[in-house]
């Protein structure tokens, strides 16, 4: 069964920087996407970023435009999320996502995703 893994979450004052990864226990066949999505108590899970699989098109959350940016590494299924100038809005739950389909507007929408990872937490304290 193929498994995503995130890594890296962690504790950090506002300012700070954390680089998270994500890497598949297995080939995901047919991933066309893969991005990052949070969760803080209480809300609902939203889109942070995608990349399109292969390391082509990004796509952000407006609310991490700029901060944060979204790669893929040399090793299949591997995906990061590098984010600096963290603020307290940024404490949640992290997860990465793959998804297999095409539709642009699709990209930051947790439900079109079909495997997840357990989540990795960051909290960003003052």
């Known amino acids: 069964q193929v498994q995503l893994m995130e890594s890296g979450g962690g504790s950090v004052q506002a300012g700070g920087s954390l680089r998270l990864s994500c890497g598949a226990s297995?080939?995901?066949?047919?991933?066309?996407?893969m991005g990052w999505f949070r969760q803080a108590p209480g809300k609902e899970r939203e889109g942070v970023a995608a990349?399109?699989?292969?390391?082509?098109?990004?796509h952000y959350a407006d609310s991490v435009k700029g901060r944060f940016t979204i790669s893929q590494g040399n090793v299949k299924n591997m995906v990061y999320l590098q984010m600096n100038s963290l603020n307290l809005e940024d404490t949640a739950m992290y997860y990465c996502?793959?998804?297999?389909?095409?539709?642009?507007?699709?990209?930051?929408?947790?439900?079109?995703?079909?495997?997840w990872g357990q989540g990795t937490q960051v909290t960003v304290s003052s």
């Open positions: 990349i399109q699989a292969g390391g082509g098109r990004t």
């Open positions: 297995g080939v995901i066949y047919g991933t066309k996407y």
């Open positions: 996502a793959a998804g297999d389909f095409w539709v642009l507007d699709w990209v930051l929408r947790p439900e079109k995703y079909g495997y």
